[in-house]
């Protein structure tokens, strides 16, 4: 393929006709060694930068997405076909934050036994699925969330999920400090001197 200007068009148009992220990987698939994909990617996020669509990575992949300010302009009322349980939510804040984890594992957390389909819902809206067996009697499947589970709720990676203390400020969490500090993945390791 010759040319920047033209590969800039052929990546654009590639993600823009995309219904799912796409990865850097299969965009150079379609270059081959004629491109450096990420320089290309970065030169058109530099270019949608403040306009009405951006071009951001979500769930591993780059998709255009609505310009996070105009979020209220565009809000329409609409009755949402997925509403999930408390359990269901309570669920997959579980998985994501402990993944991999088997369903002992999900309850012993919980303190209650999860009710009939509550995975089964989850894995219905593509945001959970199992990934190989834990290596105890009974050999009981791992759960993980998905890459739509990710792009669902804008992030690219599990590191951007929140912290305690973002949760703790959004009212979202009421439990003491010592609670917490057992089950925060992003708490920080005790140095080497404690």
Do not use: C
């Amino acid at each position: 393929m010759s040319g920047r200007a033209e590969q800039l068009r052929v990546v654009e148009a590639l993600l823009f006709s995309a219904a799912e992220p796409v990865s850097e990987e299969a965009l150079a698939l379609r270059f081959g060694d004629d491109a450096d994909v990420p320089a290309l990617l970065a030169e058109l996020a530099a270019f949608y930068e403040g306009r009405g669509v951006n071009l951001v990575r979500r769930g591993g992949g780059w998709v255009f997405a609505t310009a996070p300010d105009l979020a209220v302009a565009l809000r329409q009322e609409r009755s949402v076909a997925r509403n999930l349980s408390r359990a269901a939510v309570e669920t997959l804040a579980i998985i994501a934050y402990h993944q991999p984890i088997t369903r002992a594992e999900i309850e012993a957390i919980r303190g209650v036994a999860l009710g009939r389909g509550t995975l089964d819902r989850l894995m219905e809206a593509g945001w959970v699925r199992p990934k190989g067996r834990r290596e105890a009697p009974g050999r009981p499947l791992n759960w993980v969330t998905t890459p739509d589970f990710l792009n669902h709720f804008g992030l690219d990676n599990l590191a951007e999920l929140p912290g305690v203390e973002e949760l703790r400020a959004a009212g979202l969490l009421e439990i003491g400090p010592t609670v917490l500090a057992d089950h925060d993945p992003r708490a920080a390791e005790p140095s080497a001197d404690e």
